[in-house]
């Protein structure tokens, strides 16, 4: 099963940036972002396909966040661009292996077998 490492979490002011990589210990995997607050339930924030051509968004960061991977280094970035303060939250990014290698969008917890620790992003007003 794969290993998943997130880095890139901090603090910054409202418009600011930041951007998160995801380490996986090995490829071939579907991909994730997700994105908890204090007292929510865990939402998606968008996902990629196994060529990184195929992105899907949420539409509260559609326009301002950009997934991205590199199948060379194994790894899985979130660009996050004119940050606002309810996008403070703990992110974390998941991964499943499709033998079809058809990656569908899911926001279900139980489609994605591997989750990272997470890393925290505060933004402030």
């Known amino acids: 099963q794969v290993r998943l490492a997130e880095s890139g979490g901090g603090s910054v002011q409202t418009g600011g940036s930041l951007r998160l990589s995801c380490a996986a210990s090995?490829?071939?995997?579907?991909l994730a972002w997700f994105r908890q607050a204090p007292g929510t339930e865990r939402e998606l924030v968008g996902t990629?396909?196994?060529?990184?051509?195929?992105?899907f968004y949420a539409d509260s960061v559609k326009g301002r966040f950009t997934i991205s991977r590199d199948n060379a280094k194994n790894t899985l970035d979130l660009q996050m661009n004119n940050l606002k303060p309810e996008d403070t939250a703990m992110y974390y990014c998941?991964?499943?292996?499709?033998?079809?290698?058809?990656?569908?969008?899911?926001?279900?917890?139980?489609?994605?077998?591997?989750w990272g620790q997470g890393t925290q992003v505060t933004v402030s007003s």
């Open positions: 998941a991964a499943v292996f499709v033998p079809s290698g058809f990656c569908t969008v899911s926001a279900a917890d139980r489609t994605w077998d591997t």
């Open positions: 090995g490829g071939g995997y579907c």
């Open positions: 990629i396909n196994l060529s990184g051509m195929g992105t």
